[in-house]
């Protein structure tokens, strides 16, 4: 897994199957984080590197 912005999402019900996407490009993370903030309900958003 590669890239330098993350999301990782999930719904509440559902234990075993959730999003992950590792993106390098800022504004694909922008509008996939806000896709996923609307349709799951635990998100993380997180960056890696420096």
Do not use: P, T
């Amino acid at each position: 897994m590669g890239g330098k912005w993350s999301i990782c999402a999930r719904n509440l019900k559902d234990d075993c199957w959730k999003v992950s996407d590792y993106s390098c490009n800022f504004i694909q993370f922008i509008f996939k984080g806000i896709f996923c903030l609307i349709k799951y309900d635990v998100v993380d958003l997180g960056k890696h590197g420096r």
